[in-house]
């Protein structure tokens, strides 16, 4: 049974169409976690050298076995705000006969191969052989890996136990939050020592091994606690940790009414973003982006290399359609069968488009004036980079988004989600840091840099009268395409 | 067979089903009919221990199906697609499912021989996941796993739902034939009343949770139903 529900899983894996997919994203990830896994190897097999290094004059164990209460702390905190049970999974197999039993072992059981619990292993198990059993024999160096293992699934198990708790009782996340800062505070002034607490437990786990397994002990009785809770609570709608029904956001948007259709398209794409995590979170992320500038301005290592500021410039203010607009035709990918019906020319859907990234544009310029702050000449530039954005760089956006976009689901979580990248995502690049410098460059070389900014915030205004010229291109490319976009969204 | 006793489940305080007493003998063909949320698949996930009753209990040869699992041995059901592991193929799922019911590779294979003509060649031997199928092909994929492991019980929501004429013909033709020849107690809920008076000896319409009638099928019945449907 076990071994065919691994196989499922495997599968499950193996043949979501996502992972096909993203397949270069995920061979990212893939690889990103054999290097995140060499590197704990790496400072595992180098720990006792790297505090040599810091502490020239310390001992090593000492000083780490201090340190394991915070590392736990921490790993505690992590485990709580990326640690999850896939409990849904089991939902297709509730109504076989199968025993609940099995499947919450299975469940549990597998949680425990969890990156957080092998990192762990990688980074101590070196440390304990290298250091601790040569030092103080090698029940010592067992007892100490154990007893950190053990702490490790103890916390895995109570982070698990702990989140599904907080689904019934929301103020258990209070009580902790005051008991880590009490015990937090009362460490910073030094009242009580959560390091020499941590010493000395571990001292008394390298004098007597045996203590290793206490928190064996205790990992096997949180998985008990966890197994008789899940046996009771095994109903779909009550592990299911998404609110069954939302509360509907967001303002309803009644001032874009007066623009007509394309007014009513604006007001449903903003509902659009306010309702959905991941299209928020870009918007939310486009607007912290704004600060950019003070990462550069104030900065003395950039004021001769004004060339950056453009591309700050038009990064600021043109956050949002860069951020957001490269998945331009994704957005709808749910609804695009009746983008294509409803009652409205494709003309309206790609202009209102446009004309929510001017909004947003313009609203940013406005905000970025502040930087003016930083001298008159980011104000220009600043001012040349919106039109440029504006005029040019929006409508490449949109002609690069239309390049084959992939579906995106609206409803799944924002962090670490790659649905809808694309060829198009690497290619949104030439907007950002190689168009803008197409006319600035050269004469920036030949000394002339002001002429420069202002001839590329002029083509930028050229393009912005334009426009319409544009937006019909973009509406004929649509309109030919169209059919291929729609399958491609339906065929995923 | 199957015993509701002061059955009911609120959300919230709307009570989506209340069923004080209900019974269905063992054998019987049972139809539950009543607009959408009447609370007809609520009741069915109660009995299937999918939702947890707000009060009473439902009962299963006299066990109650949220402290025993034993029902899960000769109850087959499939109500919606996350009853299916959609990222199989349909051949992987009924290995699953017959590698659960102790199937051998000739049993399966003789098993799904006599749906060979509810399949229309459109399911078997096809390398496609069952996400990848229509919605008719998986519920056909859904029913025939339901029907697997000689089941003495068997809840199907909607089964005529999104198939084609000839499909929906067949299957009545199946599910006749199985609640006949082996004392299948079957509970169907269905909208298509022509099929359900069809199929059904018996007939409870739901509304808004509450049974608001429970009649034995006889030919005024479908006359009967549609006369109470269209005053509503």
Request: overall charge neutral; hydrophobic content about 50%.
């Given at each position: 049974?076990?071994?065919?529900?691994?196989?499922?899983?495997?599968?499950?894996?193996?043949?979501?169409?996502?992972?096909?997919?993203?397949?270069?994203?995920?061979?990212?990830?893939?690889?990103?976690?054999?290097?995140?896994?060499?590197?704990?190897?790496?400072?595992?097999?180098?720990?006792?050298?790297?505090?040599?290094?810091?502490?020239?004059?310390?001992?090593?164990?000492?000083?780490?076995?201090?340190?394991?209460?915070?590392?736990?702390?921490?790993?505690?905190?992590?485990?709580?705000?990326?640690?999850?049970?896939?409990?849904?999974?089991?939902?297709?197999?509730?109504?076989?006969?199968?025993?609940?039993?099995?499947?919450?072992?299975?469940?549990?059981?597998?949680?425990?191969?969890?990156?957080?619990?092998?990192?762990?292993?990688?980074?101590?198990?070196?440390?304990?052989?290298?250091?601790?059993?040569?030092?103080?024999?090698?029940?010592?160096?067992?007892?100490?890996?154990?007893?950190?293992?053990?702490?490790?699934?103890?916390?895995?198990?109570?982070?698990?136990?702990?989140?599904?708790?907080?689904?019934?009782?929301?103020?258990?996340?209070?009580?902790?939050?005051?008991?880590?800062?009490?015990?937090?505070?009362?460490?910073?002034?030094?009242?009580?020592?959560?390091?020499?607490?941590?010493?000395?437990?571990?001292?008394?786990?390298?004098?007597?091994?045996?203590?290793?397994?206490?928190?064996?002990?205790?990992?096997?009785?949180?998985?008990?606690?966890?197994?008789?809770?899940?046996?009771?609570?095994?109903?779909?709608?009550?592990?299911?940790?998404?609110?069954?029904?939302?509360?509907?956001?967001?303002?309803?948007?009644?001032?874009?009414?007066?623009?007509?259709?394309?007014g009513e398209l604006m007001a449903a794409e903003?509902?659009?973003?306010?309702?959905?995590?991941?299209?928020?979170?870009?918007?939310?992320?486009?607007?912290?982006?704004?600060?950019?500038?003070?990462?550069?301005?104030?900065?003395?290592?950039?004021?001769?290399?004004?060339?950056?500021?453009?591309?700050?410039?038009?990064?600021?203010?043109?956050?949002?359609?860069?951020?957001?607009?490269?998945?331009?035709?994704?957005?709808?990918?749910?609804?695009?069968?009746?983008?294509?019906?409803?009652?409205?020319?494709?003309?309206?859907?790609?202009?209102?488009?446009?004309?929510?990234?001017?909004?947003?544009?313009?609203?940013?310029?406005?905000?970025?004036?502040?930087?003016?702050?930083?001298?008159?000449?980011?104000?220009?530039?600043?001012?040349?980079?919106?039109?440029?954005?504006?005029?040019?760089?929006?409508?490449?956006?949109?002609?690069?988004?239309?390049?084959?976009?992939?579906?995106?689901?609206?409803?799944?979580?924002?962090?670490?989600?790659?649905?809808?990248?694309?060829?198009?995502?690497?290619?949104?690049?030439?907007?950002?840091?190689?168009?803008?410098?197409?006319?600035?460059?050269?004469?920036?070389?030949?000394?002339?840099?002001?002429l420069g900014i202002v001839l590329t915030g002029?083509?930028?205004?050229?393009?912005?009268?334009?426009?319409?010229?544009?937006?019909?291109?973009?509406?004929?490319?649509?309109?030919?395409?169209?059919?291929?976009?729609?399958?491609?969204?339906?065929?995923? | 067979?199957?015993?509701?006793?002061?059955?009911?489940?609120?959300?919230?305080?709307?009570?989506?089903?209340?069923?004080?007493?209900?019974?269905?003998?063992?054998?019987?063909?049972?139809?539950?009919?009543?607009?959408?949320?009447?609370?007809?698949?609520?009741?069915?996930?109660?009995?299937?221990?999918?939702?947890?009753?707000?009060?009473?209990?439902?009962?299963?040869?006299?066990?109650?199906?949220?402290?025993?699992?034993?029902?899960?041995?000769?109850?087959?059901?499939?109500?919606?697609?996350?009853?299916?592991?959609?990222?199989?193929?349909?051949?992987?799922?009924?290995?699953?499912?017959?590698?659960?019911?102790?199937?051998?590779?000739?049993?399966?294979?003789?098993?799904?021989?006599?749906?060979?003509?509810?399949?229309?060649?459109?399911?078997?031997?096809?390398?496609?996941?069952?996400?990848?199928?229509?919605?008719?092909?998986?519920?056909?994929?859904?029913?025939?796993?339901?029907?697997?492991?000689?089941?003495?019980?068997?809840?199907?929501?909607?089964?005529?739902?999104?198939?084609?004429?000839?499909?929906?013909?067949?299957?009545?033709?199946?599910?006749?034939?199985?609640?006949?020849?082996?004392?299948?107690?079957?509970?169907?809920?269905?909208?298509?009343?022509?099929?359900?008076?069809?199929?059904?000896?018996?007939?409870?319409?739901?509304?808004?949770?509450?049974?608001?009638?429970?009649?034995?099928?006889?030919?005024?019945?479908?006359?009967?139903?549609?006369?109470?449907?269209?005053?509503?």
């Amino acid at each position: 049974m076990v071994g065919t529900f691994f196989s499922h899983s495997w599968k499950q894996q193996f043949r979501s169409p996502i992972w096909a997919k993203n397949l270069i994203a995920n061979l990212f990830l893939g690889f990103a976690a054999i290097v995140l896994v060499g590197y704990a190897l790496l400072l595992g097999i180098f720990l006792n050298e790297i505090i040599l290094q810091l502490v020239p004059e310390g001992n090593p164990l000492d000083i780490l076995n201090g340190l394991i209460i915070y590392y736990l702390a921490f790993e505690f905190f992590i485990r709580f705000f990326l640690q999850n049970v896939p409990v849904m999974s089991i939902q297709p197999y509730l109504h076989l006969p199968i025993k609940k039993a099995k499947m919450i072992n299975y469940m549990l059981g597998k949680s425990a191969i969890s990156p957080f619990n092998i990192i762990g292993i990688l980074f101590f198990s070196p440390f304990a052989f290298r250091v601790v059993a040569d030092s103080q024999g090698s029940a010592a160096g067992w007892g100490w890996l154990v007893f950190i293992v053990g702490l490790a699934l103890t916390l895995h198990y109570l982070v698990l136990l702990f989140k599904k708790k907080l689904n019934d009782q929301p103020n258990l996340m209070f009580a902790f939050v005051i008991i880590f800062g009490t015990l937090g505070g009362l460490d910073i002034y030094s009242i009580i020592s959560l390091s020499s607490a941590s010493s000395a437990m571990m001292d008394a786990v390298i004098a007597q091994p045996i203590f290793g397994l206490v928190p064996v002990v205790l990992a096997v009785l949180f998985y008990f606690l966890n197994f008789n809770y899940l046996v009771n609570n095994t109903y779909p709608e009550e592990i299911s940790t998404k609110k069954k029904t939302s509360n509907i956001t967001g303002g309803q948007f009644a001032f874009l009414k007066r623009f007509g259709h394309k007014g009513e398209l604006m007001a449903a794409e903003l509902k659009l973003i306010m309702r959905h995590k991941r299209p928020r979170t870009t918007v939310l992320l486009g607007a912290l982006l704004l600060l950019y500038g003070l990462f550069f301005y104030p900065n003395p290592a950039y004021q001769e290399m004004d060339f950056i500021f453009v591309f700050v410039g038009v990064f600021i203010t043109g956050i949002f359609f860069l951020n957001y607009g490269q998945f331009l035709l994704s957005w709808d990918s749910g609804f695009f069968d009746f983008v294509l019906t409803r009652k409205s020319t494709f003309r309206e859907y790609i202009e209102a488009k446009y004309l929510l990234f001017l909004s947003a544009s313009t609203i940013a310029f406005v905000l970025s004036l502040a930087y003016g702050y930083f001298g008159w000449k980011i104000v220009l530039i600043n001012l040349c980079a919106y039109l440029f954005n504006i005029g040019i760089n929006v409508f490449v956006v949109m002609r690069i988004a239309m390049f084959g976009p992939k579906k995106i689901d609206l409803n799944k979580r924002a962090a670490f989600n790659y649905e809808g990248v694309g060829a198009a995502q690497f290619l949104i690049i030439i907007p950002i840091m190689i168009l803008p410098y197409v006319i600035y460059a050269p004469l920036a070389i030949a000394g002339n840099d002001v002429l420069g900014i202002v001839l590329t915030g002029g083509a930028g205004l050229i393009g912005f009268l334009l426009r319409n010229k544009s937006i019909d291109g973009l509406t004929n490319y649509f309109i030919k395409n169209r059919h291929k976009i729609a399958a491609g969204f339906r065929a995923q | 067979m199957i015993n509701a006793k002061e059955l009911s489940k609120s959300y919230s305080s709307v009570t989506v089903v209340n069923i004080p007493e209900l019974s269905i003998p063992k054998g019987e063909s049972f139809g539950l009919v009543g607009n959408n949320g009447a609370g007809k698949t609520t009741f069915f996930r109660m009995i299937l221990d999918l939702v947890r009753p707000t009060t009473g209990s439902v009962t299963s040869k006299d066990v109650d199906v949220a402290k025993d699992e034993d029902w899960k041995n000769y109850t087959g059901s499939f109500l919606d697609e996350s009853f299916l592991i959609d990222y199989l193929t349909p051949d992987e799922y009924f290995e699953f499912l017959g590698s659960l019911h102790g199937y051998s590779d000739g049993d399966l294979k003789e098993f799904l021989q006599r749906f060979e003509a509810l399949f229309n060649d459109e399911i078997i031997g096809k390398k496609k996941y069952i996400r990848d199928l229509s919605k008719g092909n998986q519920k056909k994929v859904g029913i025939v796993g339901a029907l697997m492991g000689n089941p003495e019980v068997i809840l199907l929501d909607e089964p005529f739902a999104n198939l084609d004429p000839t499909t929906q013909i067949r299957l009545k033709d199946v599910l006749k034939e199985w609640s006949e020849k082996s004392q299948l107690t079957m509970l169907i809920s269905s909208h298509d009343l022509n099929h359900v008076t069809e199929v059904c000896e018996r007939i409870v319409l739901l509304e808004k949770g509450e049974i608001k009638q429970d009649i034995q099928t006889s030919d005024s019945t479908l006359k009967d139903l549609e006369d109470y449907f269209a005053a509503y």
